[in-house]
């Protein structure tokens, strides 16, 4: 039994009987918890990041080849799973850090910032803050690509985006037209700041 982490689609209607989950319920039941939702809220689609904290290995092997769901792979060169607690981003094979960034970035959520000598816990973290600077900016949450340039949103949804972040006590002032959204989301979710507060760091 290990502790893992993945994104998977949000399937159901959000009926009673069919309510919005994701996948790994349909295949492993109750043995998962949500770590951040990576959707719209009470909306159909999108994806959900979520934390088994006590799964076995054939139910990971499962979730694996499920094509609705795909692995956060904490692990290390023999695939076993790693305390995101006390191991650090280098602890990860090269090529499993690459695919957790690329994962991660589908997603919207950049890393690039983070450094080898970082615990996994932040990389969970910044999973949880970006979820929580959604819900902040609601319909006007960054949707453009991560490498696109501030400068290339247009000025009235900037200032609207702008204005809602100062209004929670970021500080939008690190912010330039030459970032990419990718850069302006790292300076956004560094900041120590009330509303970013989570169990995860």
């Known amino acids: 039994m290990a502790e893992r982490f993945y994104l998977a689609d949000n399937i159901g209607t959000g009926t009673i009987g069919d309510p919005w989950r994701p996948a790994v319920a349909d295949v492993v039941g109750l043995v998962w918890r949500t770590l951040a939702e990576l959707r719209a809220i009470d909306a159909s689609g999108g994806r959900i990041a979520v934390w088994c904290p006590d799964i ?8 694996a080849a499920d094509s609705r769901v795909t692995v956060v792979p904490f692990e290390n060169a023999q695939d076993e799973a790693l305390n995101v607690r006390t191991a650090t981003i280098g602890d990860v094979p090269a090529a499993k850090r690459t695919q957790i960034a690329t994962r991660l970035d589908a997603a919207g959520i950049p890393t690039a910032d983070l450094t080898l000598s970082d615990r996994l816990l932040k990389v969970l973290a910044r999973v949880v803050r970006r979820s929580l600077l959604r819900r902040i900016l609601g319909t ?10 501030v400068s290339a949103i247009a000025a009235g949804r900037r200032a609207t985006i702008a204005g809602i972040l100062a209004a929670r006590g970021f500080d939008t002032s690190v912010i330039i037209g030459t970032d990419t959204v990718r850069q302006a989301l790292q300076k956004l979710l560094a900041q120590q700041i009330g509303v970013l507060v989570t169990r995860w760091g």
Do not use: R, Y
């Not at 076995?56 to 979730?63: C, F, G, K, R």
């Open 56 to 63: 076995s290995d054939a139910d990971h092997a499962a979730l």
């Open 140 to 149: 006007d949450d960054f949707t453009e690509g991560l490498d696109t340039l």
